[in-house]
């Protein structure tokens, strides 16, 4: 299970043109390390940049409970670094993105100029409503909306004729909610202990989750009296 995140920039062919072959790769150099910074902040995997197009996955190759919340707040940087990036070059700069979740497949194909790709439904379904989307603005599947109830606002864009796919329901995510009783990494003495309480809010619900796992791989290596001593976050 993973989040794919498309991006581009709208209008970059005109944009191109205008501005001539040196000054297009300037900005597209400065524009492309703010996103791959900000994806090493999130703990996002770059895939691959295809001129303005910039691809980015979490949840793979290492898995990632959180992979929508990584990419939700990764995609809202990447519109105040483009935003950033229009006022210091004086352009008329508009980034659209676009979000799915779902089963993917990963892996390194080819002889030469070998990359980690990413295949599948959920690339798909990212990239239709990164080109359905407003620029400025960040639309997500229903599979991402899933698995961002309760963390962001949402508000409904309405549904997406898709190749392939047919209507499919997408959203714009908005600003993120604010989390009450926060106690993110704190649950009771038992990592291992059963599901979360369901009133609990769901980022407190995903970080016991991680815990029990984390509980489970610790397992045989002394860590357990560790995991069940640990004080609660003030």
Known sequence: DASVLFAD???????????????TVALLNELMQRFDRLAAQHGVEKVKTIGDAYMAVAGVPQPAADHALRLARMS??????????ATASRLALALRVGIASGPVMTGVIGATRLSYDVWGDTVNLAARPENQ????????????RARLNGLFEVE????????GFGAEETWYL????????????????DAT?????????????LAS??????AGEARGFGYEKLLQNRKPID
């Open 193 to 205: 202990a059963g599901a979360a309480d369901q009133s609990v809010h769901p980022l407190n619900r």
């Open 156 to 163: 409904a864009r309405g549904a997406v004729d898709i190749r």
């Open 174 to 189: 908005g600003a993120p909610l604010p989390v009450r009783n926060r106690v993110a990494m704190h649950e009771p003495a």
């Open 76 to 85: 809202q940087a990447m519109l105040q670094a483009t935003e950033e990036v």
């Open 133 to 144: 989307s407003v620029p400025g603005r960040v639309l997500i599947s229903s599979g991402t």
């Open 9 to 23: 920039l709208k209008g970059f062919v005109g944009l191109a043109k205008s501005l001539g072959p040196q000054r």
């Open 209 to 214: 989750q991680q815990l029990r796992d984390f």
